[in-house]
């Protein structure tokens, strides 16, 4: 059973302090009798207690503490030692579950006694469905990247989820935790390609202050959760140094693939494909985050003027602006290939053009490399495609070699085709093919 422990000395006790809340909707089934519990309205009233229980490899839990839930809805639990990947749930006065969290970590914030956990709502909720899913399809518990979980997962997602009769709810939860496997899956192997020998265990450490950080302003409220999802964002990144913003976003553009096809794979139609946009929504606004950020890094390190960087900045401002009011996915889509557009397929008025300098004179090159990364970004489209007709619904791994080969055969058609063509512009040529290769291979498999 991989779920760390540590024992507190001196006879102290672990604390984990927090708030059950309210949304809109409300689940009145248990995780215990297969139904999702979603949370929301009069869900503070009517849980009126709360148990912090652990994961066992068959999916089921093991209650380790129970508390009392405040008239305003807080509590405070208190455990005999430490623990990771644990389940704090919201119980009512017949037993059932109406609401519950994912909490990584017991470990404090730095000067705390206690830790604060997420505040119980419908998106908490069905993290915590998911990753209970997730043991259950047999992902160890203590080999689950639950902060990555956290990340992938929003509130729209659940109220898609909540919106839906029991059968399907359960079906769009086992999607969801097929699509978290494929993903960090994924991720893993695509690190690897890029020569970065990383564990799930070593990226979930290194997000767990970050973690820390994010459970207390939600807790808190007052900021947004946007707000509080940037500084999160942020933190977690800072936190991996050892991983550079290209390698992050080159990992997180083949995740967002594999993610995408398991959801799409088991939701393609039907009652699931409000859960399936949704989806395809969040994985499209993760996956801007850490393009923004390698466009960004390379920019700067290429020397890029600041008018450059600037021009790089407001394509991004407008993608993740147009992806946070997209009500669909194929809005999300439109979204993507207008930023793809602005960063290295619209000649002197993209971002690529301005960093290389283009003009009249040189301009057939330019066209020349575009056209090599679109003919690349076609096969690649073609390749996942067969993918997804082929083993959209195969196990994590094979979903994760297949997508992570399809990308290596992309850059380096990319690399082989495009530098040969920018010899002309000298050394913002390197440069130049890493823009085309991130606009070309970004959000594919629309």
């Not at 469905?129 to 990340?151: I, K």
């Not at 056209?371 to 196990?395: F, P, R």
Request: proline share 2%; glycine share 10%; charged share 15%.
């Amino acid at each position: 059973m991989c779920w760390l422990l540590a024992a507190c000395g001196g006879g102290d006790k672990v604390k984990v302090q927090g708030h059950v809340t309210n949304g809109s909707g409300q689940q009145s089934q248990g995780l215990t009798d297969g139904a999702p519990a979603l949370a929301g309205d009069g869900t503070a009233s009517a849980a009126t207690t709360v148990r912090i229980s652990r994961v066992v490899t068959s999916g089921d839990l093991t209650t380790l503490a129970e508390a009392d839930v405040a008239a305003d809805g807080s509590y405070t639990l208190e455990l005999d030692d430490a623990g990771q990947r644990l389940i704090i749930e919201a119980v009512n006065k017949n037993g059932a579950t109406v609401g519950s969290a994912l909490l990584d970590s017991t470990e404090p914030r730095s000067g705390q006694d206690a830790r604060t956990a997420p505040p119980i709502t419908s998106e908490s909720s069905l993290e915590a469905e998911v990753f209970v899913q997730m043991v259950r399809d047999g992902e160890v518990p203590g080999g689950v990247d639950t902060v990555d979980l956290r990340a992938r997962l929003n509130a729209e997602q659940a109220v898609a989820v909540r919106g839906q009769l029991k059968e399907t709810a359960t079906e769009s939860v086992e999607a969801l935790a097929a699509a978290v496997r494929a993903a960090q899956a994924t991720r893993i192997k695509a690190y690897a390609r890029s020569g970065v020998v990383v564990t799930q265990e070593q990226l979930f450490s290194a997000s767990l202050d970050a973690s820390a950080q994010l459970d207390a302003a939600l807790d808190a409220g007052g900021a947004s959760a946007a707000s509080a999802y940037d500084t999160f964002f942020a933190a977690v990144r800072a936190a991996t140094p050892d991983v550079s913003d290209t390698q992050d976003q080159q990992a997180e553009r083949e995740a967002s693939v594999s993610y995408r096809m398991a959801v799409e794979a088991r939701l393609s139609g039907g009652a699931g494909m409000a859960v399936a946009d949704a989806s395809v929504r969040a994985a499209a606004s993760l996956e801007a985050r850490a393009t923004e950020a390698a466009v960004k890094a390379l920019l700067q390190g290429a020397g890029a003027a600041d008018t450059v960087v600037a021009q790089a900045n407001t394509a991004a401002t407008s993608l993740r602006a147009s992806l946070s009011g997209a009500t669909s996915a194929s809005a999300a889509a439109s979204a993507w290939t207008s930023y793809n557009a602005q960063l290295a397929t619209s000649g002197n008025a993209s971002v690529m053009g301005a960093q290389l300098g283009l003009t009249s004179s040189n301009q057939l090159a330019f066209d020349s490399a575009v056209h090599a990364g679109a003919q690349a970004g076609a096969a690649l489209e073609s390749t996942l495609g067969s993918v997804l007709e082929q083993s959209g619904k195969a196990s994590a791994t094979v979903l994760a070699d297949a997508v992570v080969s399809a990308f290596t055969t992309y850059d380096a058609t990319v690399r082989g085709g495009a530098t040969a063509t920018l010899t002309a512009f000298g050394a913002k040529a390197t440069p130049g093919v890493e823009l085309l290769i991130i606009a070309e291979g970004s959000f594919r498999l629309r």
